[in-house]
């Protein structure tokens, strides 16, 4: 059975219309973010731009590349979870393809509302793979919850560390975490007990959906030691980036205070707006100046730098990456060749 081409209302769509000025849209959201945090938090611009302008450029462009490490670390860690699901006798593209299907996945994150990217990326393996939909939505609902397990354990240990150390934490950001990771095992435990009951009742095509969802998702959970290693490398790209980007700036912080502040800057993302835009910049702004000695000038400008590399980077080099594939699917079609697969439901 085959799914039928997208629609105006398909993910690609809509990703589509939001790119029709990528450059105009990551400038209005640049000149929007330092709006708001000169307005939400009187922050003096002056002092702000002197630590921007006196950072240094080479830790500065050693946080973007570790950074974008993420990319093939989940790259490969949505293989694995794939490859679990379909066999290993399965053919799957290799670790650069499915670090791109991410890389785009967070852009559409990026530019859009509701956080349409994890959809994108599952429609995008499908089309191209003739992949299960559905069923690659669920090794999507099986990579969350890893997430949301690494990201409390890392904020437990965390937050331990800085009470050990007599500093101040935040027990909201932890709750929050572990709220997450309880919402997500307790989805997964009713699959695994509700599947007969559930298939019984549902209309055949619905149950059909439902059963390749729940392969995909409850499928996935094996070589659990390369998954957890896989995840915990892109997380620590990402406590890699931040920490750089203080030491760039001149501000000491502490690896438990960095590595606390990273994993709540991927929380406040979950905000349904494009790139988790205005509950990031407050949000990290609050706790930098709670947990840390920095002023609020040093604050802003420690988040400035690293919202640049962690948000705008990925509108600019995902933009790229998006108007380069179209491009190339555009010369595909117009020569008749490498047609894309038909979507499987």
Do not use: C
Not at 20 to 28: E, M, N, Q, R
Not at 60 to 75: C, D
Not at 221 to 236: C, D, M, S
Request: net charge positive.
């Amino acid at each position: 059975m085959s799914g039928s081409p997208p629609n105006e209302a398909s993910p690609v769509s809509l990703i589509r219309r939001a790119l029709s000025l990528p450059t105009l849209v990551s400038l209005a959201l640049a000149g929007a973010f330092l709006a708001f945090l000169v307005t939400r938090f009187h922050v003096d611009l002056s002092a702000t731009w002197d630590y921007i302008a006196s950072g240094n450029p080479w830790f500065l462009a050693s946080a973007l590349l570790v950074y974008y490490t993420t990319f093939p670390f989940r790259g490969a860690r949505w293989r694995v979870l794939l490859r679990n699901v379909l066999g290993r006798g399965t053919a799957i593209p290799g670790v650069a393809y499915y670090s791109q299907l991410i890389l785009l996945g967070w852009f559409a994150n990026s530019v859009g509302w509701l956080r349409l990217g994890d959809a994108y990326r599952a429609y995008l393996n499908s089309s191209e793979q003739g992949a299960s939909f559905t069923r690659t939505i669920g090794t999507i609902m099986a990579e969350r919850f890893l997430d949301a397990l690494l990201v409390a354990l890392l904020l437990l240990a965390a937050t331990l560390l800085l009470i050990s150390r007599g500093q101040n934490t935040s027990w909201p950001v932890l709750g929050l975490a572990l709220a997450l990771l309880v919402l997500l095992a307790a989805v997964l435990l009713a699959m695994a007990r509700a599947r007969g009951w559930l298939l019984r009742r549902l209309p055949r095509r619905l149950a059909e959906y439902y059963q390749r969802f729940h392969e995909g998702t409850l499928g996935s959970f094996r070589q659990i030691p390369a998954v957890t290693l896989w995840g915990g490398l892109g997380w620590l790209s990402e406590v890699g980036r931040l920490y750089l980007v203080a030491h760039a700036l001149g501000f000491e912080l502490g690896v438990p205070l960095v590595i606390f502040l990273a994993l709540a800057n991927s929380l406040l993302t979950l905000v349904p707006t494009p790139g988790g835009f205005g509950a990031v910049e407050s949000g990290m702004v609050g706790l930098v100046t709670q947990l840390s000695p920095l002023t609020t000038s040093s604050a802003v400008a420690l988040v400035v730098v690293d919202r640049a590399i962690s948000y705008l980077s990925i509108v600019a080099f995902g933009g790229i990456l998006f108007l380069a594939r179209s491009a190339a699917g555009g010369r595909r079609r117009a020569l008749g060749v490498n047609q894309p697969k038909p979507p499987g439901p």
